[in-house]
């Protein structure tokens, strides 16, 4: 067994050379498909193709084919494997004589397909133990790197580009990662993106711990369907949630969805229970959609951590109000009430206007400002005395786009900005509207300003539950940690 | 008290004439608002703008604008005022005096504003006792009838079209409406909708009654924040669920809820638990959030109801099955067993292939899915094994979009519908994948051929439980009623 030491995966994220394994044939989806993406993605480092028969090709994409990772003169520190399974453990074996450090098995037809698999799976544990090296996958989509542009996906990707940021996703699923989700749509911030597949040898502690001490990496998002070995995941979780928020989807919760993940990975799962059980302790936040998963991590990476669950909402309708405060109560977070000044200062700008959720309707449709050169300076009184107000830990303010606002965006992102900067309180904004391509673009403006922004009312709310509940969980892990003992710290 | 016959809101729905009472000035939000919107939606009856001071405005919209209803000469069926609340019951007064038989009073400042507003609305409820008129509102957006361009809501309406359909709407806010909601990148299919306001007359249960009659309406979604008469509500519903479909998004379900609807509508609430045990016993469907009220309705809409809740999904990777089967779970089905026939015959199309999640990653990474003209040929065989097993009532099959596909849309979408119209199984169809417009574009042309599309998996496996409850709901209803007593039909 190797250390598990979270810099041995540094090779899998930052390699200076990378050899690609496989069929060079110009379709997506094979060793060309990988090479083709990083390319794409701008790769900053060196990509050494490989075919056991490089005269066929000459050349792929402007690069020289080689026969064999040994016929390279340059390291190779990482090796990206699409052949057929029953030729890995040689190439495996091939590129570990090499002195290449580190390898993905994209190749399916391991342990997930049956006794020979797991016979041919069994021989890459075997070449780990011996060698050294280390193994991502079999089955799997390999890695992304946001950073240097590294992404070892093989199929067609339609995203443009994934945006450097600090969300990490870990998954056990090929179905994360940039051929496979709107990245670019969303202006998604990346950090690294990793799929362990089968598991032969990286594992979910493996990964925290890169990630705890990766400094890109600010949450990680992680979907998980089993656990190798209990205690380690704990520890290693525990070590990164001391420092980082960690989101868990424990896929196959129900005994339904334990039996589909037994036939799809070859893994068997515990009880439920138990993982709920040890998630709650070790302070992870457990979602329960792929929504979720997704929507959360942005109000934990672009905002503070709310010092309380006090939470104020600022609606457009008293209808959205209610649905607000129905979400609040659901999400764990308390409908302040406001200090009598900010009542009283709230009603000096509108009659009306001190409750919780303050719904701005009737501020909007008075006739100010309907005619006024920016429909939206009431916000300007109205958000800072509701953020200024000491019972108000987060928020989430509402914002109704339509396509003939789009001009007025900026100057409605700056304000945002301005106003939500001079408080250190969470905020979130919910957008709503009767466009998709003016809430998405909306969105993509504020985030630039580092403001999460939501379509979704009830998971933008569900978000500051999180971001809520991870403080106050840190604040007593912390505390018990440094009472107790003095653990690792990570970045 | 008005006698509770659903035919009384025909006039607010199927008006030959219109007025609309209040300020024409250009600008969005007032009278000329609500007529502009008509106009916009080609509303096919006439349009009398009234305003006290006619020859200010001259013609507005190349209406003539008349100084009061009762100059207008020919049939006024509906009056929408908007016009000061001090002002509405005198103008009520003359409507009703002029034959106008149904009023919309969009108005705000009335019970929910306090006590000089609730005295208001008083005179207004006296009104209708006194005159047998019939009101909508105060403080609402008024009615949308998608088949005739009815649109009374004032504010500026970012949607093209409103497409017409078979989903009505009613709601007791102002936030569900052309103006507020992306129907036309949808492609909603709306029959009618209602914002009902404070309901000082007309309430769910004359709403309930009307859609349960009107025959465009095949599928209601109720957003609801009070009842004013239980046992009337119940008798509404009951008899509307006994051949429609009836959504139910109670907000206010938490105790913070409560209180921000006694304060934005002026109604008290009585406690979650009555609610829920009443709309349970009366085959109502529940949900919990704005964004099931919209999604669901769709499958309910599109597909038929399933015989039962053995559910089968088809999907690209294992990860996503393992989810759509925790889904399943949650939502009350019963990921099924395929026959042994089935289980041979699929096995057949590809090794492995006859488990329930259907994954067909490995199908369509197969080299000859990749190199045939239409890669998801062998959805061809897939999908009709899956739907014609007995076992099956319903499922959800999954589809990657991405841009490079859009020109195989139109062959996609056309098998998808022959393949699945050959079954009377529920279906629809999760989509997902790297680029909103290509998600949204599929989407609307699956629905053109009344498959329902999803880009959230939970919420398409939602919308079949839904239906599987449904289903089994008023089954014994119906059961119960005939054995009992005889009851009215509704269309």
């Given at each position: 067994m190797n250390s598990r030491n979270g810099s041995d995966l540094r090779a899998f994220f930052q390699p200076a050379g990378v050899a690609v394994i496989g069929?060079?044939?110009?379709?997506?989806?094979?060793a060309y498909g990988a090479i083709k993406n990083m390319r794409r993605f701008g790769f900053s480092g060196a990509i050494y193709p490989i075919n056991p028969n490089p005269s066929k090709y000459g050349e792929v994409l402007g690069l020289k084919v080689y026969s064999?990772?040994?016929?390279?003169v340059q390291p190779i520190d990482l090796a990206v494997v699409i052949t057929p399974p029953s030729t890995v453990p040689e190439v495996v074996e091939e590129c570990a004589r090499s002195g290449v450090k580190a390898i993905i098995v994209?190749?399916?037809?391991?342990?997930?397909?049956?006794k020979e698999g797991a016979a041919l799976q069994r021989k890459l544990a075997d070449i780990v133990r011996r060698t050294g090296v280390r193994i991502i996958g079999p089955n799997t989509f390999g890695v992304v790197n946001a950073a240097n542009g590294l992404v070892t996906v093989p199929p067609y990707t339609d995203n443009d580009k994934i945006e450097r940021g600090g969300i990490a996703f870990c998954s056990?699923?090929?179905?994360?990662g940039p051929h496979q989700v709107p990245l670019d749509d969303w202006a998604y911030p990346i950090s690294k993106m990793c799929d362990?597949?089968?598991?032969?040898?990286?594992?979910e502690v493996d990964i925290l711990n890169y990630l705890a001490d990766d400094?890109?990496?600010?949450v990680v998002a992680m979907h998980m369907e089993?656990?190798?070995n209990g205690p380690e995941f704990i520890k290693a979780a525990r070590r990164l949630v001391a420092c980082k928020p960690l989101l868990v989807l424990?896929?196959?919760?129900?005994e339904a969805g334990a039996r589909a993940t037994a036939s799809h990975t070859g893994s068997l799962m515990g009880s439920d229970q138990i993982y709920d059980a040890a998630l709650r302790q070790l302070g992870a936040i457990r979602v329960n959609t792929w929504q979720e998963l997704w929507e959360v991590p942005r109000t934990l990476l672009y905002q503070p951590l709310p010092t309380g669950n006090r939470f104020a909402v600022i609606t457009f309708t008293g209808g959205q109000g209610v649905i607000a405060a129905d979400a609040a109560s659901a999400a764990g977070l308390a409908i302040t009430n406001f200090s009598s000044d900010t009542v009283r200062k709230l009603s000096m700008v509108?009659?009306?206007?001190?409750?919780?959720?303050?719904?701005?309707g009737p501020v909007m449709s008075d006739s100010r400002s309907q005619s006024s050169?920016?429909?939206?300076?009431s916000l300007e009184e109205i958000v800072p005395l509701v953020l200024g107000?000491?019972?108000?830990d987060c928020a989430t303010i509402t914002f109704s786009c339509g396509r003939q606002l789009v001009p007025l965006y900026p100057m409605v992102v700056d304000m945002f900005y301005r106003l939500t900067k001079a408080f250190t309180k969470t905020v979130n904004i919910w957008l709503y509207g009767t466009r998709f391509p003016a809430m998405l673009e909306m969105a993509r403006q504020l985030q630039a300003r580092r403001l999460p922004a939501y379509l979704d009312l009830d998971i933008a709310i569900k978000a500051l539950g999180c971001a809520a509940y991870y403080s106050r969980t840190r604040s007593s892990l912390q505390y018990w940690e440094n009472s107790k003992r003095r653990m690792g710290n990570c970045n």
């Open positions: 069929s060079l044939r110009e379709v997506m989806g094979t064999n990772v040994s016929e390279v994209i190749s399916e037809g391991f342990a997930e397909s049956g056990q699923t090929g179905s994360i362990l597949g089968n598991k032969c040898d990286v594992d400094p890109e990496t600010k089993d656990v190798r424990k896929a196959g919760r129900s509108f009659p009306r206007l001190g409750s919780n959720p303050v719904d701005i050169s920016n429909p939206f300076h107000d000491d019972n108000v």
